[in-house]
């Protein structure tokens, strides 16, 4: 099956520090999307970013960026300037434009823990 | 402001009991999703839906089924409980602008099945 690996089970950083969560993908397809969420403690799943596949630039949305590199089928999540509220659970997910109508296939998941 | 609301956040019920997980999106969102997600094994798609009465199997529908009688609400159900379907689920939708594929989850119910 076509998936979504973080290899990344748990991760520690440090307050004010950057960190990159790292995520890669398996697709056939030439049209897909990228998406990172966040999960706190709280259970609700927050939106952070996306990178379509032919978007010439990396994504960016205030403190996060993504780190495309589609020919390694890379989209690693950096966090610049971390902040003790970014402790959480972060997915990566990707859609596939030329398959169903925009179901997600997700990673496993690292858990960010940002240390005082 | 988005909203997608479920309709319990803990729900704790008995084996072989028939179990009804309500969601709701107010965006006019074409698209429902229902997954489940446990420790270590990430989200897992049940089932999906892109339109009124219109469903589709995701990667693990074995012991549910779903109903979208109304393009707003989106149910789950567990015929009969067991066990094993202890687990966080999670509802989303999507299919608005700007990112049609942008899926906005529900706060997520944590059912426990004695």
């Known amino acids: 099956a076509q998936k979504i690996t973080q290899t990344q089970p748990g991760m520690f950083v440090q307050e004010k520090e950057a960190v990159t969560l790292d995520c890669t993908y398996d697709?056939?397809?030439?049209?897909?999307?990228l998406f990172w969420y966040k999960q706190p403690s709280s259970g609700e799943m927050i939106f952070l970013i996306y990178?379509?596949?032919?978007?010439?630039q990396n994504a960016t949305e205030g403190r996060y960026s993504l780190n495309f590199q589609k020919a390694r089928k890379s989209a690693n999540l950096v966090i610049s300037a971390s902040q003790l509220g970014d402790s959480a659970m972060y997915f990566c997910?990707?859609?596939?434009?030329?398959?169903?109508?925009?179901?997600?296939?997700f990673g496993k998941g690292t858990k960010l823990s940002v240390k005082p | 402001d988005v909203k997608v609301t479920q309709s319990s956040r803990y729900l704790v019920k008995r084996t072989g009991e028939k179990v009804f997980l309500e969601c709701v999106q107010d965006?006019?969102?074409?698209?429902m999703f229902w997954y489940r997600q446990d420790p270590g094994l990430g989200l897992r798609l049940i089932y999906f839906?892109?339109?009124?009465?219109?469903?589709e199997k995701g990667d693990i529908p074995e012991g549910y089924s779903v109903s979208r009688e109304k393009k707003e609400r989106f149910s789950l159900i567990l015929e009969s409980a067991s066990t094993n379907q202890t687990s966080m689920y999670l509802c989303?939708?999507?299919?608005?602008?700007?990112?049609?594929?942008?899926?906005?989850f529900g706060p997520g119910t944590r059912l426990t099945v004695l």
């Open positions: 997910a990707r859609t596939d434009y030329g398959g169903s109508q925009g179901n997600l296939i």
């Open positions: 989303a939708s999507s299919g608005g602008q700007p990112s049609y594929n942008e899926q906005f």
């Open positions: 990178q379509g596949s032919y978007d010439q």
């Open positions: 839906s892109y339109d009124v009465k219109m469903k």
């Open positions: 697709t056939s397809d030439p049209s897909y999307g």
């Open positions: 965006m006019d969102h074409e698209n």
